[in-house]
């Protein structure tokens, strides 16, 4: 028996909470985009909160004059976690796992206050994983623009009558071609 065949199905309440926390990602990507990036210069706050001087050095020599490239990444990153935890099965796993890495690892890069909070994050992320999901968030809305699609008439329903008329017919013809 595998781990995730012993983990039940998340109902209504955890496809929910995973939803929110995808949508977060979604909406993070955004506010990267629309704010962050265009600002990527800016970012030598986070040197300044970082715990230790080589992780300051880091950000002032590698991640400040490629500010824009590391934004870039961070953003697509983003989106891939928000898909996976969206999606469906060991995809679900996969992007909280990352989530909850993601989050772990930014800690020495901020500054005290935002340790408890990540390891919160950390910790209502992770909980995703108590349960397993094996459909997406968006399968309700697709199915339901399934179903509202036009369907091909089906074939009339073969009847035993036709089976007998076949038969007829072939066991008359056999007979005709011996006689």
């Not at 108590?130 to 008439?153: H, K, M, V």
Request: cysteine-free.
């Amino acid at each position: 028996m595998t781990a995730e065949s012993t983990r039940t199905f998340g109902g209504i309440g955890w496809n929910i909470w995973r939803a929110f926390i995808g949508i977060a990602y979604l909406a993070a990507a955004v506010f990267n985009t629309v704010y962050t990036l265009p600002r990527s210069d800016q970012l030598d706050g986070y040197a300044e909160g970082a715990w230790f001087q080589f992780l300051e050095d880091f950000m002032r020599d590698v991640f400040m004059p490629n500010g824009d490239l590391f934004m870039i990444l961070v953003i697509a990153f983003e989106v891939a976690v928000a898909v996976l935890i969206l999606s469906r099965g060991s995809y679900v796993d996969a992007g909280v796992v990352a989530s909850v890495l993601w989050v772990v690892a930014v800690l020495p890069f901020l500054a005290w206050p935002y340790l408890i909070t990540n390891l919160v994050l950390a910790l209502m992320q992770g909980v995703i994983l108590l349960r397993r999901y094996e459909t997406a968030i968006w399968d309700p809305l697709t199915n339901r623009f399934r179903s509202n699609q036009p369907t091909p008439p089906k074939p009339p329903a073969r009847t035993g009558a036709d089976d007998r008329e076949k038969e007829s017919i072939g066991a008359t013809r056999s007979h005709e071609r011996s006689g």
